[in-house]
C-alpha cells in the first residue's frame, strides 16, 4: 500500500508516486486522511515557506484512541493533496510522557514557527508545552526539539489539574505581549482562560475566565481570531483595528459541537464582549450543525485568507473502525469571512479543491413540481461535487412556524424529507440506492416568522443505511431569510462516506457521515427532489466527478 518517493524535488509533487486506498467502500477519495489507524483533533496547522502544514492528533498504535496520543505531521502545497511524513511530537518526557495532545502553531517574528501543546504527566495533570523545528532551512520542518524549560504553563488556581488543555495559537497586544487561549474546567463551570508571554517561554496565566458557563462542560480547543468587518479576505491572528471584529470559538465537551461568538475585544483590558451569550439551545452559533469538532483556524499569508479544519469522527462501530484499521476524517479546508451583516461566519470549501473537479453534468430551467424526483445521472454519485441554485416561488404561500417554540432537530427528524409542505422539502439524496431503500436528504423547508422568513435545512440520515449498528442521527437548523431572495443555493461534498453541505452561500453547513450497504460505488445515486406542494425551479445545477486527491507516504523521507 505505500509507494516511496524517490529523491523528488521541493515542488515536484506531481512527480511522487502515492499510495492507493484499500478497497474499502467508506475510504475517502478526497478528505484527508492518514494512511492508518486513528485520528481525531487537527492540530498547528500552518504556512511556511511555500508549504502548508498540518499536524494532528494521531495514535500509533491501531484505529481507536489510545492512551499515548502522538502529533502526526502531513505537508502539502495546495491543501488537498499531501505527504505523510514521520510523527513530531510522541509522549518521552515526564511533561508528555502520557501523551502529546492538541495545541497550535504560531509564526514569531523572523518567520520562526513555534508549537504549544498540551502533555500529561503521571500524574495525569495537563501541562503546556513549547516544541521548536530543529533546522529553519528545512521547507518541510520534519524534526522538532522539546523546549528545555518545558512545561512553559501548569494549571492555575480555580482550574481542574486535569481539565487544563489546548493552547490557540498566540496574538500579540498593543504591549508587545503574546497571549493564548487555553481551555479549562472547575466544577460545573466550564471556561477560557489567557495566558501571558514577553518571550514565549515564561508565561503567566490568569485564572479568572475570558469566557465561562456552567453549560458546556470543559471548552476544549478553543480559538480567538480577527475578522474583517468589509473584506472576505483574513487578517493576521494578532490584528486589532475598528477594521476588525473577534471570534471565540469552544468545542463543548459536553455537547460535543463547536459554538463561536462574534463580539468586540478590548485588548487594554483583555476582555471579549461576545454580542450574544451562550444560550445552550439551538439558537447559539455553530460551524457547522452536523458531525464537526475539535476545530482549529489559521491565517493563509499565501492568499490572505483564514482557513479552517474540523474533525469528523466515525459513526459506525468501535468494531468496524478496528476491521477498517483507520477512524477519523478532517473535513476540506474552508475559508471562513464576516458575513455582511455582521452577525455569522459564511464558510466555503477552499478553491483548491475543484482542482479535482473531472467530468461536468449540468442542468437549467428544470421545473421540479411537488413531488418529483430528478436523477442526476452520468456521473459517479459517490464523488460528487454538486452545486445547485433553487428558483423559489413567492415566500408569501410559505406555512407559518414560530422559530421560539420548534427545536429544528425536532423538526427534521421526524422524516420530514418524505412530508409534503408548502415551499418544501426540496433538495438533494445523496448516496442513495436505485430503488431509494437507501437514501441521506438534505434539503431546505421555508416558513412564514413573526416579521420574518426562515428556512429549515437538515441533513436526515434516518435512512442512509440498511445497517441498525449506525449512529444516524439527524441534523439541522434555522436561519433567516431575506424576503426579497427569489433563489437559494446548496453545495454537497459527498465523499463515499461523508457528505458536507453548505446552505445559501456558506451561511450554514451541515456535515454528516454515513454508511450505505447498498449505494456503494458505481451502485451509489443522486437526486434532486421536491416535496412541497409548491413547485421550484431548478435555475441551474452543475455537478462533477471527483478525481481522487494523492496521498503519498514515507516512514523515513530522507530528500523529498
Known amino acids: 500500500m505505500e509507494i516511496i518517493a524517490e529523491n523528488a524535488s521541493p515542488h515536484s509533487i506531481n512527480s511522487i508516486k502515492y499510495s492507493v486506498p484499500e478497497k474499502q467502500p467508506y475510504r475517502t477519495w478526497y ?20 508549504v502548508y502544514h498540518f499536524f494532528y492528533q494521531y495514535n500509533p498504535d491501531g484505529p481507536t484512541f489510545g492512551n499515548k496520543m502522538v502529533w502526526a505531521h502531513s505537508v502539502s502545497y495546495d491543501l488537498i493533496n499531501w505527504i505523510h511524513l514521520n510523527n513530531v511530537l510522541v509522549p518521552s518526557e515526564p511533561y508528555d510522557i502520557k501523551g502529546c495532545y492538541s495545541g497550535s502553531a504560531t509564526i514569531l517574528q523572523g518567520e520562526e514557527p513555534i508549537m504549544l501543546y498540551t502533555g500529561i504527566d503521571v500524574n495525569k495533570h495537563q501541562l503546556q508545552n513549547l516544541a521548536i523545528p530543529k533546522n529553519l532551512s528545512d521547507p518541510y520542518l520534519r524534526e522538532w526539539t522539546k523546549h528545555p524549560q518545558n512545561p512553559v504553563m501548569t494549571p492555575p488556581s480555580g482550574v481542574e489539574a486535569n481539565e487544563f488543555r489546548d493552547p490557540s495559537t498566540a496574538w500579540k497586544g498593543k504591549d508587545e505581549k ?5 481551555g479549562a474546567q472547575n466544577g460545573v ?27 458546556t462542560g470543559v471548552c476544549e480547543c478553543p480559538d480567538f481570531f480577527p475578522v474583517s468587518i468589509n473584506s472576505t479576505n483574513g487578517v493576521d491572528t494578532s490584528v486589532q483595528n475598528p477594521s476588525v471584529r473577534h471570534v471565540l470559538k469552544i468545542s463543548s465537551i459536553r455537547r460535543q459541537h463547536d459554538y463561536y461568538f462574534i463580539g468586540k475585544y478590548d485588548s487594554d483590558q483583555d476582555n471579549f464582549i461576545p ?14 450543525y452536523g458531525n ?32 477498517k484499521g483507520w477512524a477519523g476524517l478532517q473535513s476540506i479546508p474552508r475559508q471562513v469571512w464576516l458575513d455582511k451583516s455582521g452577525k455569522r461566519l459564511m464558510q466555503w470549501p477552499i478553491e483548491e ?6 467530468k461536468q453534468i449540468s442542468l437549467t430551467g428544470e421545473k421540479l413540481f411537488g413531488g418529483s424526483i430528478i436523477e442526476v445521472s452520468g456521473i459517479t454519485a459517490s464523488q460528487v461535487d454538486i452545486e445547485v ?20 432537530y425536532l423538526l427534521c427528524s421526524e422524516e420530514y424529507a418524505s412530508r409534503s409542505g408548502v415551499i418544501g422539502p426540496f433538495g438533494l439524496l445523496a448516496l442513495a440506492s436505485e430503488d431509494l431503500t437507501e437514501q441521506t436528504a438534505i434539503f431546505f423547508r421555508i416558513y412564514r416568522a413573526p416579521n420574518k422568513y426562515v428556512c429549515l435545512m437538515c441533513s436526515d440520515q434516518s435512512r442512509s443505511s440498511l445497517r441498525q449498528d449506525l449512529d444516524k442521527t ?34 450554514v453547513c451541515i456535515t454528516s457521515r454515513v454508511y450505505p450497504s447498498l449505494a456503494v460505488d458505481k451502485d451509489s445515486h443522486l437526486y434532486v427532489f421536491n416535496n412541497g406542494s409548491q413547485s421550484v425551479v431548478i435555475s441551474i445545477l452543475n455537478a462533477w466527478n471527483m478525481n481522487q486527491a494523492k496521498f503519498g507516504h514515507k516512514e523515513n523521507i530522507i530528500n523529498l
Open 31 to 50: 478528505h484527508f486522511q492518514p494512511p492508518q489507524n486513528w485520528m481525531n483533533d487537527p492540530n498547528g496547522p500552518m504556512y511556511y515557506k511555500g
Open 178 to 182: 503574546w497571549r493564548v487561549v487555553i
Open 189 to 215: 463551570e466550564g471556561k477560557v482562560i489567557l495566558g501571558q508571554s514577553e518571550d514565549f517561554v515564561n508565561w503567566t496565566v490568569d485564572p479568572n475566565p475570558f469566557f465561562a458557563s456552567d453549560k
Open 275 to 288: 454580542d450574544n451569550k451562550f444560550t445552550g439551545t439551538s439558537l447559539d452559533l455553530r460551524y457547522d
Open 292 to 323: 464537526f469538532y475539535a476545530s482549529k483556524s489559521f491565517f493563509d499569508y499565501a492568499k490572505n485568507r483564514r482557513i479552517l479544519w474540523g474533525w469528523v469522527q466515525e459513526s459506525d462501530t468501535t468494531q468496524d473502525d478496528i476491521e
Open 353 to 358: 479543491v475543484e482542482k479535482l473537479r473531472d
Open 389 to 408: 441554485l433553487f428558483e423559489l416561488p413567492e415566500l408569501e404561500s410559505a406555512e407559518w412556524l414560530d422559530p421560539s417554540e420548534v427545536d429544528p
Open 474 to 507: 439527524t441534523y439541522g437548523t434555522m436561519f433567516e431569510l431575506d424576503p426579497s431572495l427569489k433563489t437559494i443555493s446548496l453545495r454537497s461534498l459527498i465523499d463515499r462516506s461523508i457528505i458536507e453541505s453548505f446552505g445559501e452561500e456558506g451561511r
